[in-house]
């Protein structure tokens, strides 16, 4: 892995800051775009919302893969859930079926 590229950037009155266009497009980011901002020891780790969404479904799937479930019975086990949450909580029936 090589050395991350490090920028100095001046914080705005209202805190915002540009992200230098050369990472912008590195990352592939356009305006409008989702950022997700997470606090570490060291400072602010910028990261798209895309990257972080993706990073979080492949731990999930290794999770189910260990644990022997595949995605449809996850799926199978939310309906069983969801149905019962509406019956304790608000007395209705579901009428979800299974795909």
Request: no cysteine; charged share 35%.
């Amino acid at each position: 892995m090589s050395t991350p590229e490090r920028k100095l950037v001046r914080v705005q009155e209202k805190g915002q800051v540009t992200l230098p266009t050369e990472m912008r497009k590195k990352l592939g980011l356009k305006k409008g775009d989702m950022v997700a901002m997470i606090e570490t020891e060291d400072g602010v780790l910028i990261t798209p919302q895309q990257v972080l969404a993706t990073r979080a479904l492949d731990r999930i799937g290794s999770v189910l893969r260990e644990q022997g479930l595949s995605l449809e019975e996850l799926m199978e086990s939310g309906r069983e859930e969801r149905a019962a949450i509406l019956k304790d909580r608000y007395g209705i029936e579901s009428n979800e079926t299974t795909p």
